[in-house]
């Protein structure tokens, strides 16, 4: 059997039908022509998931960046994140900051196949809102998934109380030799 990791070995994702590149293209710190030029070579090299963020500024460059590749829509994995809804709580304002952050990398009527919740911000309430604007927008059919970014255990345990989709599809953590342990306890909790 073979087990070689290739730019479209794909992973199964909870909650879902699609499956998820092992190997993505971020684009953290890259902005301007820099950024689409990057996500340009990293199309040409064979990469199909390309991950950004409303917290990177360079949403517009990536999705500029895929229209001029020439690949296929629906031959990539578009991952998006949203951050804090920069203190606004009226839901209605919240789920207008996760449709901006989506049109912004997919385009006016545009989809992402991934939308996550950045970090777990201040608060419950926070997290709430922002987590129930993104189910709508999974309803909306303007993602595919939806999950979170940078959790601890205690705030996944906190969502099973307002989250109507759960599990999320992906945590998506941060992976190094000084967060072994960190890590090790999502690991084990996760499995």
Not at 41 to 67: F, K, M, P
Not at 113 to 132: F, T, Y
Not at 137 to 162: A, C, D, P, Q, W
Not at 167 to 178: A, F, G, L, T, Y
């Amino acid at each position: 059997m073979d087990t070689a990791l290739t730019a479209t070995s794909r992973l199964s994702l909870q909650n879902s039908t699609s499956g998820i590149p092992c190997i993505g293209f971020g684009s953290y710190k890259i902005r301007g022509q820099t950024c689409a030029a990057a996500v340009l070579a990293a199309l040409s090299a064979g990469y199909r998931h390309v991950d950004s963020a409303a917290l990177y500024r360079n949403e517009v460059r990536v999705r500029e960046a895929i229209e001029q590749s020439g690949v296929a829509r629906q031959d990539l994995f578009l991952t998006t994140k949203v951050g804090s809804p920069r203190r606004k709580t009226e839901r209605t304002e919240v789920y207008e900051d996760v449709i901006e952050t989506v049109e912004r990398v997919a385009g006016k009527d545009g989809c992402v196949d991934l939308l996550l919740m950045h970090v777990p911000g201040p608060s419950r309430e926070h997290r709430q809102s922002l987590w129930e604007a993104m189910e709508k927008v999974k309803r909306e059919t303007r993602t595919r998934n939806i999950g979170v970014s940078n959790f601890r255990v205690r705030h996944l345990e906190e969502m099973k109380e307002y989250a109507t989709e759960w599990p999320p599809s992906v945590n998506q953590i941060e992976i190094h030799d000084s967060g072994y342990i960190q890590q090790y306890q999502y690991e084990q909790r996760c499995v």
